[in-house]
């Protein structure tokens, strides 16, 4: 059977369950998630018997060629999505309608209380996003080539830079060279920070040259065309200061203990907590102030969440990152981030082909 209409089949055993006739799903993301459909715009109709994906004529062609076991509903010009989700849900003679909470905004909210009035709306949370916790091979496969992209991206960032170079131009390499090798894009809007510019853990790029440092902290990751990487390195452009090397040396300890709790059943917390405590023993815990990881997939933070109260338990077809750092103002930021596949042993390091050891993290 089609995967999608699997994913949508479990909506509609929760929907029975639930004592519900449909689910209306907002979230783009979801949408392309239930129906492979990639453009945007579009609202999926989750039905008993049936589904229904409403669009425009803008998206006619595209949906030809990537949703072929939906009914499509396309509105001309001068209809509304409304009007068409409408029409759609009293053909159907719907009466209760759950609907995507989080993804609507007050004033969508409001749009839909006056056009649908004739339903009665139910708000769900998490639905969709709890069948995207865990991938399938599929998925997999394609994160893995979004991790490869990323790998080629640093690889060739890595050997061309010049101390010239300023964060901002780091930033367009990254995106340029994510392109060159099939990315559609990067996951999101890179970070360069120089120096002590790395200690700000979200630092947007500057006109800062690297040459400025002995070192440039990158966290990058590119979109294959859905799926999405997410990578911190630590790019040595001088010489490796003791420092350098003590900081470094305690968050990748952090990182690779955090790494060798995953596996199933394991809460999301412990993860975190193993990272915290090896920071917290070496002195620098109040300099590591955000969570551990997130998850990743269609979107660069998606559940679970490694983070303190966190208690889900981790399962195989997760994927995460794991992320420790040590921020110090005025001298600089150490983070090392990498993706990580829960696997039904135990777990796999999606990004080990990106060097972590500093002496490996040099340019040129
Ligand atoms: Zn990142
Ligand atoms: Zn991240």
Redesign the pocket.
């Known amino acids: 059977m089609n995967r999608y209409l699997k994913r949508r089949d479990k909506l509609r055993r929760r929907l029975r369950q639930a004592g519900l006739d449909g689910l209306l799903v907002t979230n783009f993301k979801n949408v392309t998630y239930l129906t492979g459909f990639t453009g945007d715009d579009s609202y999926l109709l989750i039905l008993a018997q049936h589904d229904v994906l409403c669009s425009d004529q803008r998206f006619t062609t595209q949906l030809e060629e990537e949703v072929t076991d939906l009914e499509v509903e396309i509105r001309g010009p001068g209809h509304t999505m409304l009007g068409s989700v409408k029409k759609v849900m009293a053909q159907a003679k719907l009466r209760q309608v759950a609907f995507e909470a989080k993804s609507l905004t007050v004033a969508t909210h409001a749009a839909f209380c006056q056009a649908l009035e004739d339903f009665e709306l139910v708000a769900t949370d998490g639905w969709v996003e709890q069948l995207r916790l865990l991938k399938d091979a599929a998925e997999i496969a394609r994160l893995r080539v979004a991790c490869d992209q990323a790998r080629r991206t640093w690889e060739v960032v890595r050997a061309s830079l010049t101390p010239d170079m300023t964060e901002c131009e780091v930033a367009n390499q990254l995106e340029f060279h994510a392109r060159r090798f099939g990315g559609k894009s990067l996951s999101f809007p890179p970070i360069v920070g120089v120096g002590p510019r790395a200690a700000l853990p979200h630092g947007n790029p500057t006109q800062q040259v690297v040459g400025a440092s002995d070192f440039t902290l990158i966290d990058w990751g590119v979109n294959e065309g859905l799926y999405v990487s997410?990578l911190t390195r630590i790019l040595v452009t001088g010489r490796i200061l003791p420092k350098l090397r003590k900081i470094y040396e305690i968050v990748l300890t952090a990182q690779l203990a955090a790494i060798a709790k995953i596996r199933p059943g394991v809460p999301a917390e412990t993860v975190d907590r193993a990272a915290r405590e090896i920071i917290a023993a070496a002195g620098y815990g109040k300099y590591f102030g955000h969570g551990l990881?997130?998850g990743l997939g269609l979107d660069?933070h998606e559940a679970p969440r490694l983070s303190k109260g966190q208690a889900t338990p981790l399962a195989a077809g997760m994927v995460v990152?794991v992320?420790p750092g040590i921020y110090l103002p005025g001298w600089g930021g150490v983070r090392i981030?990498d993706d990580i596949l829960v696997t039904r042993t135990g777990h796999e390091v999606l990004t080990s082909s990106v060097p972590q050891q500093l002496e490996e993290c040099c340019v040129g």
């Open positions: 997410d990881g997130h660069v990152t992320e981030e």
